[in-house]
């Protein structure tokens, strides 16, 4: 089984720009200790580790740390898309065999259009180039653009975050929705089951979840979703064992094979045998 989506982060290398003291729970350091007790409880061997700061500065980190812990099996790091240098940054980036995917942060970009029009051609191409996955931290809002932008790059793997954080404590389905299943009809985009939970009310029950994991389920199929805890974010909505644990209540009505490519097959297949991390 794979954890698709955790992070590591040190709160004094100060390029955490969104994690300040208002967040409690997770602004203190987190490394591969902490997380170690969480993947031997529920039997994962292996972790996706996604960047939570926008430089490459944070990609070298994660890059290290993943080298020295032995459950990381892919990093999904971070450059500057827009730059002149960075088809170079990611050729050198992707030397590093961990590394397996990028991720611009679109959700804090002011342009909910930035997918669609900004000028970052050549370093998705190089992306492709390298076999790297597009990570796509949207909102609902983004939907639009990210749809636009994939069938311009109709060869490039993506996956879409935490289900494009649905507004689930307001309760909304649509835009998100109708949005999410325009994204589904192309067979090159995959979805996370991951950071959910910090999109309901402190509250959240598993009826108010279902809606939004069922529509997922049936319109990407459980060979285009991928499960990841959200950790340490998941801390700020209850917790890796309670997702962990609401997520198999979740996925229950799977058979064994299909509950299997969501918990850990999915995240092999697209992220680590095209940069033949298998190990």
Known sequence: MIDAHQHFWRVD???????????????????????????ARHGIGRTILVQAAPTVAETE??????????MV??????VDFESDDAPGQIERLARHDLLVGLRPMVHD???????????????????????????????????????????RHRDLAIVIDHLAKPPIAARGLDPWRSGMSALAGHAH??????????????????????????HAMTIFGAERMLWGSDWPVVDLAGGYDR?????????????????????????????????GRRA
């Not at 100060?14 to 591969?32: C, E, Q």
Request: net charge negative; glycine share 6%.
């Open 73 to 78: 099996a892919g990093v999904v790091g971070w």
């Open 13 to 39: 290398r100060g390029d955490y720009g969104w994690l300040t003291p208002a967040l409690g729970p997770i602004h203190r350091d987190f490394d591969p200790r902490d997380l170690q007790p969480f993947l």
């Open 189 to 214: 985009i995959a979805c996370k089951l991951s950071g959910m939970v910090t999109e309901a009310s402190a509250d959240w029950t598993l009826d108010d979840l279902r809606p939004y994991v069922d």
């Open 109 to 151: 970009i002011p342009d909910d259009e930035w997918l669609a029009r900004a000028p970052i051609d050549r370093a998705v191409d190089a992306m492709k180039a390298h076999g790297l996955v597009f990570d796509a931290l949207v909102k609902p809002q983004h939907l639009a653009a990210l749809l636009r932008f994939a069938e």
């Open 243 to 275: 997702w962990r644990e609401a997520s198999l209540a979740l996925l229950a009505g799977l058979d064994v094979e299909a509950r299997a490519n969501v918990l850990g097959r999915n995240a092999e297949r697209i992220y680590l045998s095209k940069r």
């Open 61 to 70: 980190f994660m890059l290290a740390a993943a080298a020295d812990a032995g």
